[in-house]
């Protein structure tokens, strides 16, 4: 898989899926703009990825402010001329876990105006410039919970099935521009946020285990494989798709 000189721009990149999908896709030859609210953390990132011999390069970037969002854009776009590929990826989880009726205000507009607002945010502006330059590729990271019921957590709920409505809406509206836009669906993955909802409810480790038909968490390095063939030509007339890294989760 070939990612050579491909200008690959990635949300949350600073931990867990993100991290994962920017290390692997710089190794394949992309130059990386790793973008992430924690600027510390994207910087680890970038620094690893040097040390191996990839092109990276870490920005600051709160997904929920559209002139941050424009501002990394348009300097994506003078230093490197283009956009190639945009990996969709910052999100959180709801810190509730109660439900509906009792799910806080907080919450809502926490997670809506990260997962949502910021993926329309880039979506937005990333296709004004993949428009421009004639050719584009969007990765939505969603979630299973974008595609299946799971209670208690009504926020994160709505915005990931929001995702993979925008990522089908779009690639409607867009596939005959040369633009192709997909979304990936990761079940229980090791990650911080992961972590934190474990932490929140040690039940639940066993309690996910067996909902898993694979019986294991999976890793955020496999679910950025499938980020990475989304970003090469290997996948070249797939779009408007949500593709499922779940261990067979999903199969219930
Ligand atoms: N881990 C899982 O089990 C799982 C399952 C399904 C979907 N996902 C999705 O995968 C994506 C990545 O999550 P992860 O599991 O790697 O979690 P993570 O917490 O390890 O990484 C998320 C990153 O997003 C960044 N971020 C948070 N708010 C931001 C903002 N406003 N602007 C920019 N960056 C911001 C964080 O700093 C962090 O580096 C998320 O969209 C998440 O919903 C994760």
Redesign the pocket.
């Known amino acids: 898989m070939d990612l050579e000189n491909k200008v690959v721009v990635v949300?949350?990149a600073?931990?867990?899926?993100?991290a994962a999908s920017a290390a692997l896709m710089a190794s394949l030859g992309a130059k990386v703009i790793a973008?992430?609210?924690?600027l510390k953390?994207v910087e680890e990132v970038v620094a690893d990825i040097k040390r191996s011999g990839g092109e990276a390069a870490a920005y600051q970037?709160?997904?929920?402010q559209y002139e941050e969002v424009d501002a990394l854009m348009s300097k994506v776009v003078k230093d490197h001329g283009s956009i190639d590929v945009l990996v969709n990826?910052?999100?959180?989880?709801g810190k509730d876990q109660s439900k509906t009726a009792e799910h806080t205000l907080d919450d809502w507009e926490n997670v809506i105006a990260?997962?949502q607002t910021?993926v329309f945010y880039c979506m937005k502006l990333g296709l004004i410039q993949m428009m421009v330059q004639g050719y584009g590729n969007i990765i939505n990271?969603?979630?299973?919970?974008g595609l299946k019921a799971s209670g208690n957590n009504l926020s994160y709920s709505a915005s990931?099935f929001a995702v993979v409505g925008m990522t089908k809406s779009a690639a409607l509206e867009y596939g005959s521009k040369n633009i192709r836009i997909n979304a990936v669906?990761?079940?229980?993955?090791h990650?911080?946020?992961?972590d934190q909802l474990l932490a929140s409810r040690p039940d639940m480790e066993q309690k996910l285990k067996r909902l898993i038909p694979m019986g294991r968490f999976g890793e955020?390095a496999e679910v950025a494989e499938t980020v990475a063939w989304l970003a090469s030509d290997k996948s070249k007339y797939i779009t408007g798709q949500t593709i499922t890294i779940d261990g067979g989760t999903s199969l219930h």
């Open positions: 949300t949350g600073g931990s867990g899926i993100g973008s992430d609210i924690d953390s970037l709160d997904v929920r990826n910052a999100g959180i989880g990260v997962n910021g990271i969603a979630s299973l919970a990931k669906c990761p079940g229980y993955t990650s911080s946020l992961l955020a």
